[in-house]
């Protein structure tokens, strides 16, 4: 929590002082690659357990995931990707910077249309993002009419957790307050949400290619002989 209360959106992190013969030292947060490609990546083995699920929302199979800025709360349902089980798969993250000419600063904000993080204020979050200003413009109009959040959702102290069952009071206020806001109105309500002048993105490639053997991948032993069904 220390090295994330020094993050800076624009600025980024100070890298700290590193003895490369003591791996203690490299233990700091937020976790980073420490070089390009994919010997430096993130390797990961999901079981997608596709037999036990059932999806209401789609007739696929896969795993939905999305990128997103480590200072913002991640719209996987309005934002998702989804990748293909069975498959070993290669993501390319890249990432996309937004810098200010040195000038920008000395217009107003109506009209350069954005903002630095400095001059914006947000009621539920620290950070200022456009991303982070929708959502909190979100989280408090649903407050205030419903007087509850989402357990998802930022909120302050005091405010209770909505029932989420679609039919009770709380489901059908809060469903119609996101119909209301899908509905043009958002860019009204949630108007003063401006993109930041210096900003960061993701966007990714991702390439695949089929898994052999797919009935000996769950399996744990040495031989054939002594093969069983690993506990998770």
Not at 7 to 30: A, R
Not at 40 to 54: Q, S
Not at 105 to 123: I, V
């Amino acid at each position: 929590m220390n090295e994330w209360s020094k993050w800076d959106y624009e600025k980024g992190f100070v890298m700290p002082q590193i003895n490369v013969f003591d791996m203690k030292s490299h233990l700091f947060y937020p976790i980073r690659q420490w070089g390009p490609g994919k010997p430096y990546g993130f390797l990961m083995l999901i079981d997608a357990n596709t037999d036990d699920y059932y999806c209401p929302m789609s007739d696929a199979e896969g795993i939905v995931f999305t990128l997103h800025n480590s200072i913002e709360i991640p719209h996987v349902k309005e934002f998702p990707s989804v990748l293909d089980t069975n498959k070993e798969i290669y993501i390319k993250v890249n990432p996309d910077v937004t810098f200010a000419d040195s000038d920008i600063p000395d217009l107003s904000s109506e009209k350069r249309q954005c903002y630095f993080g400095n001059e914006q204020t947000l009621k539920l979050f620290r950070p200022y993002t456009r991303t982070n200003c929708i959502t909190d413009c979100i989280a408090n109009r649903i407050a205030k009419t419903c007087n509850c959040s989402y357990f998802y959702m930022p909120r302050e102290k005091g405010v209770r957790i909505c029932n989420t069952e679609v039919e009770s009071p709380d489901g059908k206020c809060v469903e119609a307050v996101n119909h209301y806001l899908r509905t043009s109105i958002k860019r009204l309500i949630c108007g003063h949400c401006l993109a930041l002048c210096e900003e960061l993105d993701y966007t990714y490639e991702a390439t695949m290619v089929g898994l052999q053997n797919l009935s000996q991948i769950w399996l744990n032993g040495s031989t054939s002989e002594n093969n069983t069904n690993p506990d998770w």
